[in-house]
């Protein structure tokens, strides 16, 4: 025989094989021939699936000339009946040209003679006298990749069966069997594919918009699930850990790295209808540490804060006024708290959608805070022109964006359960599978990008860093950043139309926040605009209410409406709470007794800061009864230290008897109403019933007076007519009734009245009356005095 080395453009291993292939295939055609026949005309086992085979791992995961593959896994019986004379066997099955054809295999079901391949025989087997109902067997089977009889390069079938019999088919069948993918590259390829790996650290919402009233505003958590996640063994630990080993983009929500940061302090975790003391302080800071030496020399890639959603923005947020300023905030805000965190300038140039899912409208809006690159997904930006392969990832969609498309079979690889090694396994083999058929589509060099489900379990990351540390090992892969993989060049044929509305997914479009939430969202804006503008640290409320509402737009939310309705209900109740505290004390109705006095109106604020730029302004409902100042009101300004009260006065008059209401309310200086307003009645008593009474008592006095003096003048002049006239004096020099004494009643009464007692008296003027009587020093009833 010629030696292998002869065959020009093969290795001596490859020629072997291909003669050692070739001659079996010409020496077994006639046999092969009646075995087809055979199986043509008997049907499948009848009793495949009698036992479950599970293949919980096989290693190397790729492997390459003069390696030893090795099957482990269990066997179950699932019958009631003990299967005998059981043997698992190792099956070689075709090679599998396609990506198509990949998915196609089915990982169990029944057994398919000619299609689930020969089997490898000879001692590499694994016997079982008899396995008993429910009861699961291990086995393990090593065989020489050489003895596997692969030829050229590519992905195989490779199957584990389970042949045996039971009392009720006294035959040796197969029972049972599971299939999974071996790729076959032993030597490195001429041409390799680019790839990117997006690594996502991302969580759902954890902080709330509270925080203490101390200096450094101690953070309220919703709850202490993030300290389980990054606590060792926990998701997010999992990533970190095996993701720092791997050549991968990072790709990272900032409100992950600030959550995690306030935790590393003092903080606080809702309880109940309290709070409690946070205590994973040291896992928190051992988690930054570790992942800041992670990051260290690798690409960031920084999502706006809290990961917003921007399908949901683009369908239901743009309807509402404001919400594209909140995407733009979470944009600003992602590169200063990545660096702060971690100390690396990441990359904010790109924009991800909820699976990489696309339309017109969603490229507008995750375009408009400033990325010009939108990571999509090829099941929704899908090849329209018919190409035999897979294009390069970046494709210019037009406005200067573009769209770096991710190959949607690689990211979707590790989604659902894969706690059980066997799920896992498979998982891993079918990705190197599918990534090795890809590579050999076409003799070009492309650029592939994989981007994984942002909230990968801890089972998810464990599968996923074990393929990409295997293609990442292997032959026909090249590593790249994601920054790398848009900056390539685009495919002319690849196609760049953005699909249309209509063919978004509806499972999707019924994930998304509603037109509704946006505007709970923005009444909570519109509340926090007019409630900042009082403040004298406005930094303390706008920047934890600022990131709580880009929380309650969260990609995370999906899936839980109801968790988001709690949290919008719990910012706006929180932001109420807070606005309540600056506000007027109630009043009592309130007594005006005289033409005019003063109101007190008193502003409490019981926040722990000041105060300021507050208008007060108290109103007349009737002004043609009472005025306030000068008119129907007055405004003053107010501005009142944090736990302090302060008392202002508005001046009053009255101009008639009566009740009249008064409003007081607060104003921002812009003129917007705040908080409610205090009504109050003022009754308005002018002339009061101790005024009455001295006046009607002065009357009666003046009457009494001139009664006395008409009396006193009538006796004079009877007098002076029996004397002979006027001129005749009193011998004893003295009038009948003595000299009218100024200090007499006259003039006690011309005094009071400005009446002169006589046309020969000096005229005195009067003293004014007074506008008011004096204030009485009864009890003014259930009403309040007010300042005179």
Do not use: C
Request: cysteine-free.
């Amino acid at each position: 025989m010629a030696e292998a080395a002869d065959f020009q453009g093969m290795s001596p291993s490859p020629a072997r094989r291909w003669l050692r292939r070739t001659g079996a295939l010409l020496a077994g055609a006639p046999l092969l021939a009646g075995l087809l026949q055979l199986s043509a005309a008997a049907p499948a086992s009848a009793a495949s699936g009698t036992v479950s085979v599970d293949i919980d791992t096989l290693t190397p995961n790729v492997p390459t000339d003069g390696d030893t593959v090795t099957v482990s896994g269990t066997v179950t019986n699932d019958s009631k009946q003990t299967v005998t004379d059981a043997q698992v066997d190792l099956r070689v099955g075709p090679e599998l040209n396609t990506r198509s054809e990949i998915d196609g295999v089915a990982a169990g079901g029944e057994f398919k003679p000619g299609l689930d391949g020969t089997i490898v025989g000879g001692k590499y087997v694994q016997k079982f006298s008899k396995l008993a109902p429910g009861v699961a067997q291990n086995f393990s089977i090593s065989v020489p990749v050489d003895e596997l009889d692969l030829g050229s390069d590519g992905v195989y079938q490779l199957g584990v069966s389970l042949t045996g019999q039971t009392s009720a088919q006294q035959w040796q069948q197969v029972l049972g069997i599971q299939r999974t993918y071996l790729p076959w590259q032993p030597e490195e390829a001429d041409t390799k594919t680019k790839t990117a790996v997006l690594w996502p650290l991302v969580s759902t919402v954890h902080m709330t918009a509270e925080t203490g009233s101390n200096a450094q505003q101690t953070p309220v958590f919703l709850d202490d699930d993030l300290a389980k996640e990054i606590s060792p063994g926990g998701r997010l630990e999992q990533l970190l850990s095996l993701g720092k080993s791997l050549d991968v983009t990072w790709v990272i929500d900032p409100d992950l790295l600030a959550s995690v940061d306030a935790m590393t302090r003092t903080y606080r975790v809702q309880s109940g209808n309290g709070t409690v003391a946070g205590t994973h302080q040291a896992v928190a800071k051992q988690w930054l540490a570790e992942l800041q030496d992670a990051v260290a020399d690798k690409e960031v890639v920084a999502l706006p804060f809290a990961d917003p959603d921007l399908a949901s923005l683009a369908h239901n947020g743009t309807m509402v006024s404001g919400s594209l300023s909140h995407l733009k905030e979470a944009t600003d805000v992602a590169a200063t708290t990545v660096q702060t965190v971690l100390h690396v300038t990441p990359s904010t140039d790109f924009a991800w959608p909820v699976n990489g899912a696309v339309d017109p409208s969603i490229v507008k809006v995750a375009t408009s805070a400033g990325a010009d690159k939108v990571i999509a997904r090829s099941d929704s930006l899908e090849e329209t022109a018919g190409l035999p392969y897979t294009p390069s990832a970046a494709r210019p969609i037009g406005g200067g964006t573009t769209a770096v498309v991710a190959d949607a079979r690689l990211s979707t690889a590790f989604q659902g359960d894969l706690t059980s090694a066997s799920a896992s396994t498979l998982a891993v083999q079918k990705f190197l599978a599918s990534s090795l058929a890809l590579n050999q589509q076409v003799d070009k060099q492309r650029s592939v990008v994989i981007a994984p489900q942002r909230l990968a379990t801890a089972s998810q990351a464990q599968a996923m860093a074990a393929a990409v540390a295997a293609l990442q090992g292997g032959t026909w892969s090249q590593n790249q950043t994601l920054t790398s993989a848009a900056a390539a060049k685009p495919d002319a044929s690849a196609t760049t139309k953005v699909p249309s509305a209509s063919a978004y997914p509806a499972k999707l479009r019924r994930q998304e926040l509603s037109k509704l939430s946006f505007e709970q969202i923005a009444a909570v804006r519109d509340k926090l605009d007019k409630f900042k503008v009082i403040l004298t640290d406005q930094s303390r409320v706008v920047t934890p209410f600022g990131r709580a509402m880009n929380r309650e737009m969260s990609t995370s939310w999906r899936g839980r409406p109801a968790e988001a309705q709690n949290y919008r209900d719990g910012v706006r109740n929180y932001l109420n709470t807070l606005t309540s505290q600056v506000k007027l004390i109630d009043k009592s109705d309130t007594k005006l007794s005289g033409r005019s006095a003063t109101i007190p109106v008193t502003v409490q604020n019981n926040l722990v800061q000041g105060v300021d730029h507050l208008v007060l302004r108290l109103t007349s409902t009737s002004p043609t009864r009472l005025k306030i100042g000068d008119g129907d009101y007055e405004e003053q300004q107010v501005a009142v230290n944090g736990g302090h009260s302060q008392t202002v006065k508005f001046t009053t008059s009255a101009q008639a008897n009566g009740q009249t209401e008064v409003v007081a309310q607060l104003f921002t200086e812009d003129g917007q109403a705040y908080g409610d307003p205090v009504r109050f009645d003022v009754k308005v008593t002018e002339f009061t019933a101790t005024v009455m009474l001295v006046i009607g008592g002065g009357f009666l006095l003046l009457v009494l007076a001139g009664f006395r003096m008409y009396k006193q003048r009538k006796r004079a002049a009877e007098r002076e007519a029996a004397d002979g006239g006027p001129d005749g004096p009193d011998e004893a020099g003295e009038p009948v009734d003595g000299p009218q004494n100024p200090e007499g009643p006259e003039g006690r009464l011309s005094e009071e009245s400005g009446i002169r007692p006589g046309a020969d008296d000096p005229q005195q003027p009067s003293d004014p009356t007074p506008d008011t009587a004096a204030e009485s020093a009864d009890p003014s009833g259930t009403g309040e005095r007010v300042d005179r």
